[in-house]
């Protein structure tokens, strides 16, 4: 069986041209240590050594399902040696939105990468009208390493094919094809004592519209991200979140190119990307503490883990430039939650969320979330 199976690894390694002038009889013998190292015997008897690097194999599968968001999230990232390949599926139920995401990359000094992207909305909704929308395209990166520990770029252009109607008596589409270049500058602060481990990230994005033939489109748009995580002793963790995005350049800006806030993911309270335009800021604080560690309890096929209590504050605006610089434009929420880990037949992690969040709004009734994932 060994024999086989080195044998079948030949033939996925060896050039197909090589491999065409070789002859591999009995025996065959292989080493397997920090790689593996195999004699083979050609035509003339002579001998070919080789020496293969070992590779290691991993699948990774990511599951999330949002009530009453009806957002539901599948992934699958498999990671062979140096490269990745993640490919992912969005569905949203009721708002009937569906998106498609594959990417490559292989980490050399660099990492290159490539992706391919589908995004379909049957009835957005942009300035209280209804659209049908799709957008595909493709496109390429390059990622530097981390710089001194703590900065690190990455260069990516995009072909983002676009189809855009009006959902009315007319029913005249728009489409076309823009290229846009993406910049991307992160920082990792993060430090770490007996007392406490902070874990701060800082990263700036830039969306440049390069104007063709095929697209008049002419924008740019900046988004920024900040996260600060402060863990305790004692398992509790105290978490800041912020998202920026903000519109430099707008001479001609297609009217979904928009920033969106509401739902579970931000702006707990609220419906399902409730708030929309070309400017947004939000800030999240979530503590967290746990309630029960180290559990152990087993039922049949599942293991209860731990059982952990957050409290969440959010505060945000999506509108115009004048919103997002006036305060009286922002809206709040506050929530509650406990989370459940368990295991599932002693390999597979589940996580189950419960959680009440209350728009701090008049008018406004409490919201209950169901969050599933593994």
């Not at 599948?74 to 990417?103: F, M, P």
Request: one cysteine or more; proline letters at 3%; charged letters at 25%.
């Amino acid at each position: 069986m060994e024999k086989i199976m080195i044998r079948a690894l030949l033939l996925l390694l060896l050039p197909a041209g090589a491999f065409a002038a070789v002859f591999i009889p009995e025996p065959v013998t292989c080493l397997v240590g920090t790689g593996v190292t195999c004699t083979v015997e050609v035509e003339d008897q002579e001998q070919i050594n080789l020496s293969l690097k070992e590779l290691h194999f991993y699948i990774t599968p990511e599951f999330q399902f949002v009530l009453p968001d009806a957002s539901l999230k599948i992934g699958l990232k498999q990671k062979l040696g140096d490269t990745v390949l993640d490919a992912s599926t969005e569905y949203n139920y009721l708002y009937n939105q569906i998106r498609y995401d594959i990417k490559y990359s292989v980490d050399l000094f660099f990492t290159f990468a490539a992706n391919l992207y589908d995004s379909v909305n049957f009835e957005q909704v942009y300035q209280n009208s209804k659209y049908i929308q799709r957008n595909k395209g493709f496109g390429g990166s390059i990622q530097t390493p981390e710089i001194f520990d703590f900065i690190r770029f990455r260069e990516e252009l995009k072909d983002d094919n676009y189809y855009f109607a009006r959902l009315d008596n007319s029913f005249l589409p728009s489409t076309g094809s823009i290229l846009i270049l993406n910049s991307w500058i992160e920082f990792d602060l993060s430090f770490s004592n007996k007392k406490m481990e902070e874990s701060d990230r800082l990263a700036l994005n830039f969306d440049k519209s390069i104007p063709s033939t095929l697209s008049s489109f002419n924008f740019l748009f900046l988004d920024v991200l900040a996260d600060k995580k402060f863990a305790f002793e004692g398992g509790q963790a105290l978490t800041l979140k912020f998202r920026g995005g903000y519109l430099l350049d707008k001479n001609d800006v297609p009217i979904w190119q928009i920033y969106r806030l509401g739902g579970y993911e931000s702006m707990m309270g609220y419906n399902y990307d409730e708030f929309e335009g070309y400017y947004m800021d939000f800030i999240r604080v979530k503590y967290e503490t746990p309630v029960m560690e180290k559990i152990n309890w087993e039922f049949y096929w599942i293991r209860l883990d731990t059982v952990r209590m957050f409290v969440d504050f959010d505060m945000g605006s999506a509108g115009s430039d004048r919103d997002v610089t006036c305060i009286n434009s922002y809206h709040y929420s506050a929530g509650l939650g406990i989370v459940i880990e368990f295991t599932f037949r002693k390999r597979t992690p589940v996580k189950m969320t419960f959680a009440i969040a209350q728009a701090i709004e008049q008018g406004k009734m409490p919201v209950f979330y169901y969050v599933h994932e593994f």
